[in-house]
């Protein structure tokens, strides 16, 4: 294992280890489950950086998302949580149709470094390298981890009695679309910036 991950690995289980105890101590069951969730995630890409050898940027890309979302779900500003808080009032149509939420704002972060960390997966596996349909799998992939991922939520909701903060159908409309955004742009990040 390279030095810099080896370093990253250690942060992030110290940092993981301790907010999922946190969260088990005050019976926050759902975000005990996306921690483990997000630990078991984040090892399988360090195991996997053996075969891939992604940037160590893309890592770090993705270990800041892992730290964003553990605090959207346990920090709280003025008694909303991160999650719930409305970064920039953008457009505003009523109820959970409010653009742009922290919890918006991280999943476009999350899918932007996921798209990247696919991008160089993809990269390994297919013939074309340098061509347009690397990015736009690469694109299709990480939305297609999103979609897991918002049947995980549909999952916390029904077994860890979550639904009021995961929300609605707008919330996870919105949650698509910017995980789409997200997407796209770390594709095309991976390909013109981390791609040398």
């Known amino acids: 294992m390279k030095k810099g991950v080896k370093i990253l690995s250690w942060l992030m289980a110290l940092f993981l280890i301790s907010f999922l105890s946190y969260f088990l101590i005050n019976h926050n069951y759902e975000f005990s489950g996306y921690g483990l969730v997000v630990g078991f995630l984040f090892f399988i890409i360090v195991w996997s ?4 050898h992604f940037p160590l940027t893309a890592l770090w890309i993705f270990a800041i998302w892992v730290v964003m979302h553990m605090l959207g779900g346990s920090v709280y500003l003025g008694g909303v949580r991160l999650y719930d808080l409305v970064l920039f009032n953008i457009f505003n149509g009523g109820g959970e149709f409010v653009i742009l939420k922290y919890d918006q704002f991280v999943h476009a972060y999350c899918y932007f470094a996921i798209s990247i960390l696919v991008y160089f997966m993809l990269k390994k596996h297919m013939k074309l390298r340098q061509t347009k349909t690397l990015v736009i799998f690469a694109i299709l ?3 297609g981890v999103g979609l897991l991922n918002e049947v995980i939520e549909f999952f916390m909701v029904v077994f860890a009695d979550a639904a009021e903060a995961v929300g609605g159908y707008y919330n996870t409309a919105l949650d698509l679309v ?3 955004i997200g997407g796209i742009i770390g594709a095309f990040f991976a390909k013109t910036v981390l791609d040398k």
Not at 49 to 52: A, G, H, L, N, R
């Open 141 to 143: 992939a990480a939305i």
């Open 178 to 180: 910017f995980n789409l």
């Open 49 to 52: 950086d053996k075969y891939y």
